[in-house]
């Protein structure tokens, strides 16, 4: 993936690397005061990000940032609040992470809504938190219960927080859920609804992106979701199915067959 990397890039991704760590470490500590949050904010964003940043402050869309929930190698989620001390979550895709240019790119093309989308990476990235933002908001309408997006602008998303207290609710991974079956049967409705309602496949279930909530299972990470026209749809949705039946057969439930699956999601009739 990496092979054409000149050593020069190979430094300044070792360099940036080892200040998200430093800056992670401190994130940690960090408390309420946005002084302090500035500060680490600075060191790992880029100027176009920490307007965008600051601009929601301004608008009031986010009244606090505090540490981080979890710094990925693409993204970085921020625990905040709005002026009336709802939590939310704040999305962060580092447009420095070029490497993941590559894998978005076959999501966006291929999608309608994201025709003409220029190539360069900013602008993939952007795309990209456009995408989340939009698929959160199609599943929102369609009633199926994913965090409910709340602005998007560039590369920061704003959502609703899932948890409590800047403590997000465990993905199934981290906690599996209590009742397997009811859990594996409720996911396959929602993705049912998120197809023929919203139109969407997810395309990177797994559960580390289901959490449990309120004893419920919850669909997150929205970003790679793909409309049905895509030509990857029916790929994605296949490996979904295979994936929740991988990991609820392993639970001890009675799985379906993935075209069984297949059919009820979609309500395909015959085979
Ligand atoms: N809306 C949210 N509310 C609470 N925690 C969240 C939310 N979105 C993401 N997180 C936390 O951040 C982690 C990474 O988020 P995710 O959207 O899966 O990003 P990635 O694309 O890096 O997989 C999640 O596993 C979860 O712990
Ligand atoms: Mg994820």
């Known amino acids: 993936m990496a092979e054409?990397?000149?050593p020069k890039r190979h430094k300044v991704r070792e360099k940036l690397e080892h200040r998200l760590k430093v800056v992670e470490k401190r994130d940690r500590m960090l408390i309420k005061d946005f002084s302090s949050e500035r500060a680490v904010l600075e060191e790992v964003f880029d100027r176009s990000t920490l307007m965008v940043i600051y601009e929601f402050l301004n608008k009031g869309v986010i009244d606090e940032i505090h540490g981080v929930v979890k710094a990925g190698k693409e993204s970085r989620v921020y625990w905040g609040k709005d002026?009336?001390?709802?939590e939310l979550a704040i999305k962060i895709y580092l447009t420095v992470a070029a490497e993941f240019r590559?894998?978005?790119l076959k999501y966006i093309e291929g999608d309608p809504r994201f025709k003409g989308v220029k190539r360069d990476t900013r602008s993939l990235v952007h795309a990209w938190a456009q995408k989340e933002f939009r698929n959160l908001k199609q599943a929102a309408a369609a009633k199926v219960r994913m965090p409910k997006p709340v602005a998007v602008k560039k590369n920061v998303l704003v959502?609703?927080?899932i948890g409590k207290n800047g403590v997000s609710a465990p993905s199934m991974k981290e906690q599996p859920p209590k009742n397997p079956e009811k859990t594996y049967d409720i996911l396959l409705t929602r993705l049912?609804?998120?197809y023929r309602k919203a139109g969407l496949v997810h395309g990177d279930l797994s559960e580390y992106n289901v959490m449990i909530w309120r004893g419920r299972p919850l669909l997150f990470d929205a970003s790679q979701a793909v409309p049905l026209v895509h030509p990857m749809a029916d790929f994605l949705l296949r490996r979904?199915?295979?994936?929740?039946?991988?990991?609820?057969k392993r639970l001890g439930v009675k799985v379906l067959s993935v075209e069984?699956?297949?059919r009820r999601v979609t309500g395909s009739g015959e085979s």
Do not use: P, S, V
């Not at 002026?83 to 709802?86: A, H, K, Q, S």
């Not at 979904?240 to 609820?248: A, C, K």
């Open 4 to 6: 054409k990397k000149t």
């Open 83 to 86: 002026r009336d001390g709802n």
């Open 102 to 104: 590559k894998g978005m």
């Open 159 to 161: 959502m609703e927080f």
């Open 192 to 194: 049912g609804r998120l």
């Open 240 to 248: 979904d199915l295979t994936n929740l039946n991988r990991y609820f």
């Open 260 to 262: 069984e699956c297949y």
